[in-house]
């Protein structure tokens, strides 16, 4: 018996493909929200929020959305172009059902991502995404009559705005400072620069914000962080403070040009909690950050649980141990005290906050915690049934105990990566090194 295998739709942050080709494509969105409408949400009324990036496939793939769930009885609010972190905000603001943003985050302007959020603010759980990939190829119309409405919200942005500013005390100003900031042209471009404004940023300069739909982490954003560096160097700012596409994550400059990563911002904060509220609690991580985080943190007595790569399972874990604050090294950070996904714009606020609190210049973030050597590369996807415990078994005896071997197939591409962390750089070069020859492709 010839048995047909459900195609796996969901990776390690939603959806994600090539716009207008399946899974991306207005066929399949379409499938998507009658199975979202159908299945977790079986009450009517029932209302979704949804969000997008400024990618120009936005525009098509919410329509497809829309169409699918307004036919299916459900009502939409749209947000336009939003950070990510809004949508969770924004369905519990409207007491709306379901959230959906529209994003491939760091990728190229040709891919496309759909993200869902619960009425609580959380993606979706795995029993949910196995509920929607078993019924998404099957689902017929209801064909009801009672069809849904929609309309567009136009305070979506300044709700965002006034809630991520709740978050600093309410003296808080930044005058006399200079902030470079890279919004990557996309979701991030009105909202940022008009934040900061209100804040009272001394110079004020702002990069990349003028998205047409095909520049969206084109040679900058958090991805591409040389003209942040350099503007900063240039106009001898404070901090250069980076976002993605969707602006769900954070990198920095610091006032030297020196780049400081999630795990450094990450240890900053904790470090901060345990010197001002004597913070001795968790911290939850993933299996990319440095394990010199680990060592710094237990040294204060701070325990670091780690996940597999995803913001979601990082925020699973949270829940799971009741714990504060986590992230990713890629600039995921989530303050549960304010919200239940990664916010880059709010951990901005949280970092600038701790700086000025502590009237200290961004490059002692830097030097916080004494960094493993770590060396990362991406290789093709191989076409033949990869051993992966094989190929890196000389790459671990080369890292040594201490240190650290990482393969894993990305969520969002088609390529391996592959990760290695030793006490000192020759040897995390040579394990990467290691496995790439082991695969057949030479570093």
Known sequence: MNT???????????????????????ETLLALSRTLAQKLLPQRPATVVIGRDTRISGYMLETALASGLVSEGVNIIYTGPIPTPAIPFLVQQYQADLGIMLTASHNPWYDNGVKVFTRSGSKLI????????????????????????????YDARVLYMEYVQKSLPADFSLRGRTIVLDCANGAAYRVAPELFAVLNAQLLIVLHNAPDGRNINLNCGATDLKALQQAVCTHKADIGLAFDGDADRLIA????????DGDQIMATVVH??????????????TVMSNKGLDRFLSGIGVTVHRTSVGDRHVIARMHEIDARFGGEQSGHMIFRD??????????????LNILQTQDIPASRIGTTFAAMAQKMINIPMPVHTVDLGLVSTEARELVGDEG????????????????????????????????????????
């Open 4 to 26: 047909i295998m459900t195609p796996k739709l969901f990776g390690t942050d939603g959806i994600r493909g090539v716009a207008n080709r399946s899974p991306m494509d207005s």
């Open 126 to 153: 795995d029993a949910e995404q196995d509920l929607i990939n078993q019924n998404l190829f099957t689902v017929q119309s209801s064909q009801t009559r009672e069809l849904g409405h929609a309309h567009r919200s």
């Open 253 to 260: 400059v610091d006032e030297l040009g020196n780049v400081l």
């Open 272 to 285: 901060h909690w345990a010197m001002t509220e004597g913070f001795r609690g968790d911290l939850v991580c």
């Open 338 to 351: 304010y919200g239940h996904t990664g916010d880059g714009i709010l951990s901005a606020l949280q970092l």
């Open 404 to 443: 650290q071997v990482l393969v894993r197939p990305s969520g969002t591409e088609p390529i391996l990566r592959v990760m290695a962390q030793a006490e000192d750089a020759a040897r995390a070069q040579q394990a990467v090194d290691s496995v790439a020859n082991a695969l057949g492709h030479a570093n």
